[in-house]
């Protein structure tokens, strides 16, 4: 039996090590080395890469001279704590309404993927650039022109991001949609029945079976949503980061450490986002 396990596990290893062996070459020697060059001053030359260790002298210029990059951040920060509730609850309901036995059920699922295919940078900044991403003469209307007024105001702020951006943050939800449609259709339809024999209603039962039973694929649809916003082509701080590597006076050490200090952010947000999931999920089940 343990040579049947052994020999089991060196077949799995096997089947396994291209990836490993991807990961170590193509992944974990950049990051690494990227960290390395955090803590240089790197210059490009023409008898190869210079570099000169200056401490924390890199992120200390991110946090005290460079103020565009802290402003973006908060922007960055700001916006995902509006866009990804809004994704995963828009991606739920649309799931929900597939969910039901309609006509041309399939055709809708394909409308709202296809996004996903065609997302790209440069479709989306194309799309941006014509005005298709906003609502069609939304300028128009007499709450966008109170709250384009008045846009200092917290929730005047919320409320004109939202009109603004409203068809972009839509456009991300594809992959969550067909990730919470995959869990409804393994959910148990027994459950369902015993439920309705008891009396429920149509409201507790997403309340107190569907809600709860969906708990793990949020925090799944949490992360994936968290990860993709952050990484996107067109996120000003991957922008920022990517014109500091060419600068004279930054160059590739200033630019990794922005990397990691954005890596770092972007960690904070997923530990706090799932660890409030997971607390909430334990209190349902209790």
Known sequence: MKKLRNKNSITGLLFVSPWIIGFLIFTAFPLLYSLYLSFHEVKITTSGIKTKF????????????????????????EE?????PIIIVFSLIIALLLNQKIKFRGMFRTIFFLPVI?????????????GITTIPSIEQYAIYQALNDNPEGFFNGILLYLIKNLIVILWYSGVQILIFLAALQKMDKQIFEAAKIDGASNWEFFWKI???????????????????????????IIDHIQKNMFKVNTGFG???????????IIALALAISVGVMTLKGKKNYT
Do not use: C, R
């Not at 973006?72 to 920060?77: A, G, N, Q």
């Not at 995902?80 to 990804?84: E, H, L």
């Not at 809600?211 to 993709?228: A, C, D, G, K, R």
């Open 118 to 130: 065609i997302a790209s940078g440069p479709v989306i900044k194309e799309l941006i650039d014509q």
């Open 80 to 84: 995902m704590v509006i866009s990804v």
């Open 54 to 77: 200056i401490k924390f002298g890199n992120y200390e210029y991110a946090f005290v001279v460079d103020g565009s990059f802290l402003e973006k951040v908060t922007t960055y920060l």
């Open 254 to 264: 200033y630019a990794s450490a922005l990397s990691w200090i954005y890596f770092i």
């Open 210 to 236: 569907t809600l709860p039973s969906l708990v793990p694929m949020i925090i799944v649809n949490l992360i994936y949503t968290i990860v993709m916003y952050s990484i996107f082509s067109l996120n000003p």
